[in-house]
């Protein structure tokens, strides 16, 4: 009799600490990505007149009133506006953010609005890759199956990237992360072919020059530099922040 | 005597004029032939070689100019004073890059700190090497900007590759009596196109631009808040 409750009570410890031990570490991995899957569709939409005026707080009005503004809906990004420039404004969402990485843990975020404006060039050849990324999205693919996706995409369809690639991301209403400063910095993003990062003299003490982990080969054989605008795209002051 | 008072004020009117149109004369006299000619050589040298290598250096922070190439100027032309590890190049230009029309194209004070990323050192220093010995060699403004132009037009002068961009931080540097030591940029150049190719020059935008000519190059230029050393620029 004594050793079955002996047994009894072994039992229910260890049953106890496998239970509260899978709980930890459910807590854990919660904690560490909490955006684990896509969220319902409707968290990621927007009003669209909201939508177009975030979009094009991106730049200056002086380039993005006479450009073309997209909006995302149910079946990806359609035409909104129609543009005089060349120039393209659109709030990309969480899925442009890095596969991998300490940025991936936003990919999934449903609050994440990143407003662009395109120049000519990078609507030509970035914007694409924006597309792709958003129609398996709302085609339901998981993450895996994206990366997959633009790894093929990368092949086949990828447009050549076009010598002066840039946008600017200026926008106050930016929200890159739920850390800190939601709308992290106004800055312009530069697109060259995936390249050895010094040549830009990116990410060494007291460069302006940052190499975004968008892209970067993974797998879109893509880097972004972005250098600090100083100003947000309605004048005010946007404080540099310290090296 | 009352005549005599007015006739010798009159007189003394009648100088202040003369000398005050003598006075302005001279001084738009100055103005417009200051920098018409190329001043005596030694006056665009520096004296002190390891003053230029650091001078040169001062374009970018430290992490990216300690280990770039630097280049200097003698009597003959740009030479190389340091050997470099990352593709970067240092060097320190003189006026006659500014543009043909810069009323202070031949200022021998004009001191101007590059340091050129690697696409750039391969596409833009030529331009500067040829310029430099140009001007050097004692032609006109006229016979420069003919010469460089046909060096275009022969491919003998690249336009820039894909990527080019350099860092223009030093606090030392010195573009003239209007401007000063300007404010710490980076440049990027392209083949020649328009400047709404980066949005630039319209209200709230960060870049500017530069057509140069005759040479066919953009060249944009975005501002940034510190210097090469780490301190901030004036923001007035």
């Not at chain 2, 500067?128 to 420069?144: D, P, V």
């Not at chain 2, 980076?186 to 631009?209: E, H, I, N, R």
């Amino acid at each position: 009799m004594k050793r079955k409750i002996v047994r009894t009570i072994a039992l229910g410890i260890f049953a106890l600490a496998v239970v509260l031990g899978a709980a930890w570490q459910a807590h854990a991995q919660d904690a560490k990505t909490p955006y684990p899957s896509i969220a319902p569709l409707d968290q990621y939409l927007m009003d669209r007149d909201a939508e177009i005026a975030m979009a094009r707080s991106a730049a200056p009005e002086a380039i993005s009133r006479d450009a073309e503004v997209l909006v995302l809906g149910r079946h990806g990004y359609e035409t909104a506006v129609k543009g005089k420039n060349g120039f393209v404004c659109v709030v990309e969402r969480g899925w442009m953010s890095p596969f991998d990485g300490d940025f991936t843990a936003n990919f999934w975020n449903p609050k994440l609005r990143g407003p662009l404006c395109f120049n000519p060039q990078a609507a030509r050849s970035i914007l694409p890759m924006t597309y792709k990324r958003t129609e398996m999205v709302l085609a339901g693919q998981s993450k895996a199956q994206i990366f997959e996706g633009m790894k093929a995409y990368v092949k086949q369809g990828l447009p050549p990237l076009e010598p002066g690639a840039m946008s600017y991301m200026m926008s106050k209403e930016q929200y890159l992360s739920d850390n800190g400063q939601h709308n992290w910095m106004a800055h312009l993003m530069f697109y060259t072919p995936f390249i050895d990062s010094s040549a830009w003299g990116a990410d060494v003490p007291l460069t302006p020059v940052m190499l975004n982990p968008q892209f970067h080969g993974h797998p879109e054989p893509i880097d972004v530099f972005m250098v600090p605008a100083g100003w947000w795209s309605d004048g005010t002051v946007d404080p540099v922040k310290p090296d | 005597m009352k005549r005599r008072i007015i006739g010798t004020i009159a007189k003394s009117f009648a100088l202040v004029v003369v000398l005050s149109a003598t006075l302005q004369a001279h001084t738009q006299d100055d103005k417009a032939t200051l920098y018409e000619r190329m001043a005596p050589i030694d006056q665009y040298l520096m004296a002190d070689r390891n003053a230029e290598i650091a001078f040169a250096r001062t374009a970018a922070p430290e992490s990216i100019s300690r280990d770039a190439e630097v280049w200097v100027l003698g009597r003959h032309g740009y030479e190389i004073a340091a050997k470099g590890k990352n593709g970067f190049v240092c060097i320190v230009e003189r006026s006659w890059m500014a543009p043909f029309d810069d009323p202070e194209f031949l200022n021998p004070d004009q001191r101007l700190p590059l340091c050129l990323n690697p696409p750039a050192a391969r596409t833009h220093l030529p331009l500067t090497f040829k310029t430099t010995e140009l001007a050097m060699a004692g032609l006109s403004k006229t016979q420069m900007s003919d010469s460089i132009k046909a060096a275009f037009d022969k491919k003998e002068l690249p336009v820039p590759e894909a990527g080019s961009m350099c860092y223009m931080m030093s606090k030392q540097q010195y573009f003239g009596r209007k401007y000063g030591n300007a404010d710490s940029h980076l440049m990027f150049w392209f083949p020649k196109t328009d400047d709404m190719f980066w949005g630039a020059g319209l209200p709230g935008s960060p870049v500017y631009v530069h057509q140069y000519s005759p040479q066919p190059i953009t060249e944009f230029i975005i501002s940034v808040s510190k210097w090469s050393d780490g301190t901030p620029v004036p923001t007035d």
